[in-house]
């Protein structure tokens, strides 16, 4: 079984400064990503 989780890229929790301006160009995919809090999780 494949499975695909991601978190969104600019998730406020995670605290990463990413260096650019402007709107970044995300995928379909890309734009459908989760905050950390709200990811699945395997334990």
């Known amino acids: 079984m ?3 989780h991601w ?3 600019d998730d406020p929790t ?3 400064k ?3 301006e402007g709107t970044p160009v995300l995928s379909g995919k890309d734009r459908q990503g989760l905050i950390l809090d709200l990811a699945e999780r395997f334990e």
Request: avoid cysteine; charge should be negative; aromatic fraction near 34%.
């Open 2 to 4: 494949w499975a695909e």
């Open 7 to 9: 978190i969104i890229w």
């Open 14 to 16: 995670i605290g990463i």
């Open 18 to 20: 990413w260096p650019f």
